[in-house]
C-alpha cells in the first residue's frame, strides 16, 4: 500500500438552525458552537509539507465565514442544515479551493456538540 501523508486543520464558528421535520426538540431553533476539523492528504510531500497550514486555515475560514452567526436554515445549499450536510458543503468549499491534483481533502469533520460530530469524506 503506498504511503500517504496527512495533515489536519480546526476552525469553530456559532451559527443557529432547526430541523423542522425533526421528531424532537432540534425541531425549535437553537444554536451551536460547530468544531469543524479538515483533514487534507497527498501521497508526496511539496517543501517538507502536505500543504501550508495558514493556506488551509484561510480556505477554511473563508467556507465557514459565510455560516458564522448565521441561521443555516437561510441557506439554501445547506437543506436540511445537519452537521452532516454541513460537513458535506464545507468539504465542496475546501475541494474547490485546495485540490491540485497532489492534494486533495480527505475529510472533513463537523461537532455540533461535545460527543456529537458528523463527518464526510469522498473515495480517494
Known amino acids: ?34 468544531e469543524v476539523t479538515a483533514q487534507l492528504a497527498a501521497p508526496r510531500l ?21 455560516l458564522d452567526h448565521s441561521c443555516l ?10 452537521a452532516e450536510v454541513i460537513a458535506a458543503w464545507i468539504y465542496g468549499q475546501l475541494r474547490d479551493r485546495l485540490a491540485d491534483g497532489r492534494v486533495r481533502v480527505a475529510r472533513v469533520t463537523v461537532v455540533e456538540s461535545p460527543g456529537l460530530a458528523a463527518s464526510y469524506a469522498e473515495d480517494a
Open 73 to 82: 436554515n437561510d441557506i439554501p445549499e445547506l437543506s436540511p442544515p445537519t
Open 46 to 66: 511539496a517543501g517538507g509539507m502536505v500543504a501550508d497550514f495558514l493556506d488551509v486555515r484561510a480556505a477554511l475560514d473563508a467556507a465557514t465565514s459565510r
Open 1 to 34: 500500500m503506498a504511503a500517504t501523508y496527512t495533515i489536519s486543520v480546526s476552525t469553530s464558528f456559532s451559527a443557529a438552525h432547526r430541523l423542522p421535520d425533526h421528531p424532537g426538540p432540534c425541531a425549535a431553533l437553537h444554536g451551536h458552537n460547530f
